[in-house]
């Protein structure tokens, strides 16, 4: 597992990453009462704005971590927003994009590094 310095983490799975945010960040956002996810097949880049996210305390935006296509996002997250508090590292991931170039996913921060970040 990664994690991006806006407190999301990425697992690898072949050519596939899948995208959630940190306990550290669901914790910061508060009760979450609204996701708005990407439609499959949309083609993003880095830095992209295309998830939203809305808590008690504020909104946020999730960016696309690498280039690709969303091939499947997280249905259950938008029908019940809670779980993302819940299991923010398990069942509640957002969205998962077939990346261009996988190389990219080791651009990102291992476990220790963003345990000081965050420290």
């Known amino acids: 597992m990664k994690f991006t310095e806006d407190h999301e983490w990425l697992s690898l799975d072949g050519d596939i990453v899948t995208v959630g945010i940190t306990e550290h960040a669901a914790t910061a956002l508060g009760d ?29 935006d999730i960016t696309a971590p690498v280039d690709g296509e969303i091939i499947e996002v997280n249905e259950a997250i938008v029908d019940a927003p809670s779980k993302v508090n819940e299991d923010p590292l398990g069942d509640a991931w957002f969205f998962k994009v077939k990346v261009d170039d996988a190389g990219d996913y080791n651009a990102y921060l291992d476990e220790d590094a963003y345990a000081d970040l965050i420290g």
């Open 32 to 60: 979450v009462v609204f996701v708005e996810l990407p439609e499959v097949g949309t083609m993003v880049s880095k830095g992209d704005e295309i998830v939203v996210i809305e808590s008690v305390k504020a909104a946020s």
